[in-house]
């Protein structure tokens, strides 16, 4: 899974950094906000994978997710208004916004995990796909057909059907079937997430309007690659990057506001970016990552002590 956050991870950052200098269509080879649907789905697929088959305990759960996200983010957006970039924040800036959403999909997972046990996953899609239209289309994007543009309290809303697709691609994993080899989805998804970045810049049909449907086939590129690493063995070197992938997504425009003061062309600033960005994974990412695993297993450990020690008190009194 990590060779596939590295690949996101990175187009986001070459659509950044390298993406504008890059003359007529070959600027829209690097997708950013495609590779952020694929985060969203390899998020839903990640979150729901271990709890297929066993209970979640809420507080564990989102202590945990919490402590991983948000410190770093916190972190990043004090560095970004360091260097003046007002727009990295998390109410109309970038980057941030997709933070915004997950920190909203785990707190709605305890509620999505037993309303899809009850009706199943494609019902919970449904209601979801039909939701995100409801806002891209009746709020409308921006003019550039953007779909982070409607603020916090409505960007979820739009992306949760790819989220709620990863969940729905975790519980049937072992069940679904997929045509093709990993190169064929390799190709095919990143060739349709560039004409959809030309479509959003050049025609009314936005990403407001696509990313939708895009999920589902990030979604089949995700079930490939996990498939062809069980089957060939990870790429080491994408399995290490995609390790440090959240630091890359939240630091990548902060390092290059830095380096942008002393040089300017786009590669090397993409280059020394992207080694700035091991600092922030070492120090302040990792740390959280695992603070994030030991309070949700002490969560965990206080949960089953309390349950034990009830059931004693039960027998107790069933003995009395």
């Not at 994978?49 to 996200?69: C, D, K, S, V």
Request: proline letters at 7%; hydrophobic letters at 50%; a positive charge.
């Amino acid at each position: 899974m990590d060779t596939v956050r590295a690949v996101a991870a990175l187009s986001v950052v070459f659509a950044h950094l390298l993406g504008p200098s890059m003359p007529g269509v070959s600027r829209y080879i690097f997708t950013g906000h495609p590779a952020v649907i694929a985060f969203f789905v390899i998020s839903g697929f990640c979150i729901h994978y271990p709890y297929r088959r066993q209970e979640l305990r809420t507080a564990p759960f989102l202590a945990g997710r919490f402590l991983r996200i948000v410190p770093p983010s916190a972190v990043a957006f004090l560095m970004a208004q360091a260097l003046g970039i007002r727009a990295y924040n998390p109410i109309d800036g970038f980057i941030l916004w997709s933070v915004v959403c997950e920190t909203v999909y785990y707190c709605l997972y305890p509620l999505f995990l037993p309303a899809a046990r009850r009706i199943g996953w494609p019902l919970i899609i449904a209601a979801s796909v039909i939701a995100s239209y409801g806002v891209a289309i009746g709020v409308g994007p921006d003019r550039y057909g953007n779909a982070q543009s409607y603020g916090p309290l409505l960007n979820w809303i739009v992306g949760l059907p790819a989220w709620l697709i990863g969940c729905y691609l975790a519980e049937n994993f072992d069940r679904l079937k997929l045509a093709g080899n990993v190169w064929l989805w390799r190709a095919v998804t990143a060739a349709i997430a560039s004409v959809l970045y030309w479509a959003t810049m050049n025609t009314p049909v936005g990403f407001y309007l696509t990313m939708t449907p895009f999920s589902a086939l990030a979604g089949c590129w995700i079930m490939a690659e996990i498939r062809n690493a069980a089957d060939r063995g990870p790429v080491k070197t994408l399995e290490v990057i995609g390790a440090a992938c959240f630091s890359i997504y939240l630091v990548h425009i902060i390092a290059a506001t830095a380096v942008e003061w002393l040089v300017t062309p786009p590669i090397v600033v993409c280059i020394l970016s992207l080694a700035l960005v091991y600092p922030f994974y070492r120090w302040i990412e990792k740390p959280c990552h695992a603070a994030a695993r030991r309070a949700k297993a002490k969560l965990e450990q206080l949960g089953s002590r309390r349950v034990s020690e009830e059931s004693d008190r039960i027998a107790i009194g069933d003995r009395a």
